[in-house]
T-cell receptor, first 111, second 111 residues
Framework: DTEVTQTPKHLVMGMTNKKSLKCEQHMGHRAMYWYKQKAKKPPELMFVYSYEKLSINESVPSRFSPECPNSSLLNLHLHALQPEDSALYLC??????????FGPGTRLTVL | DAKTTQPNSMESNEEEPVHLPCNHSTISGTDYIHWYRQLPSQGPEYVIHGLTSNVNNRMASLAIAEDRKSSTLILHRATLRDAAVYYCILRGGAGSYQLTFGKGTKLSVIP
């Protein structure tokens, strides 16, 4: 299985809602990543987990809360988002420091 | 991170070779040159990477200048499926997690 899956594919939420994005991989990769991609822009790194521990946080606002409950799963908890947070959220995984495999992304709209 | 410069867009005829250039004049001795591409409505996918020598794989070839200040991704026969945004990324040596995407080159393939 060489796939990174992300759910849901699309999400619409209000500014007061709490929601979560989910990412899963079964390639045995011990590094997992969250990226944010605005329309017509390149992906920007948000968080890196290595061996289930948060190793990089690119100064992301606290309304985004990552969680890595085990080596196959990565969540991104969302709370009190702003309309400007609307974007494609991409998950990736890799052996630590190696080539990254990306999921198809979750397209988030904040109303 | 050292920066890369790519043309905003390029066009190619189907079944013809495509040469996608990338300048990286501030590359350090330990930086690897990575190429990823992002097809419409998909996450990025790895294409190829190299350090000093030219590299070939089933998807493409990577030609690296002798001074390493530039590189060229070569698609030997463009197909419609190759229409994508191609990102040239410099990545530190072993253990480096970050992929810093530049603006990339949007490749259009004309039937």
């Amino acid at each position: 299985d060489t796939e990174v899956t992300q759910t849901p594919k699309h999400l619409v939420m209000g500014m007061t809602n709490k929601k979560s994005l989910k990412c899963e991989q079964h390639m045995g990769h011990r590094a997992m990543y969250w990226y944010k991609q605005k329309a017509k822009k390149p992906p920007e790194l948000m968080f890196v987990y290595s061996y289930e521990k948060l190793s990089i946080n690119e100064s992301v606002p606290s309304r985004f809360s990552p969680e890595c409950p085990n080596s196959s799963l990565l969540n991104l908890h969302l709370h009190a988002l702003q309309p400007e947070d609307s974007a494609l959220y991409l998950c990736a995984s890799s052996p630590p420091g190696q080539i990254q495999f990306f999921g198809p992304g979750t397209r988030l709209t904040v109303l | 991170d050292a920066k890369t410069t790519q043309p905003n867009s390029m066009e190619s005829n189907e079944e013809e070779p495509v040469h996608l250039p990338c300048n990286h004049s501030t590359i350090s001795g330990t930086d690897y040159i990575h190429w990823y591409r992002q097809l419409p409505s998909q996450g990025p996918e790895y294409v190829i990477h190299g350090l000093t020598s030219n590299v070939n794989n089933r998807m493409a070839s990577l030609a690296i200048a002798e001074d390493r200040k530039s590189s060229t991704l070569i698609l030997h026969r463009a197909t419609l499926r190759d229409a994508a945004v191609y990102y040239c990324i410099l990545r530190g040596g072993a253990g480096s997690y970050q992929l810093t995407f530049g603006k990339g080159t949007k490749l259009s393939v004309i039937p």
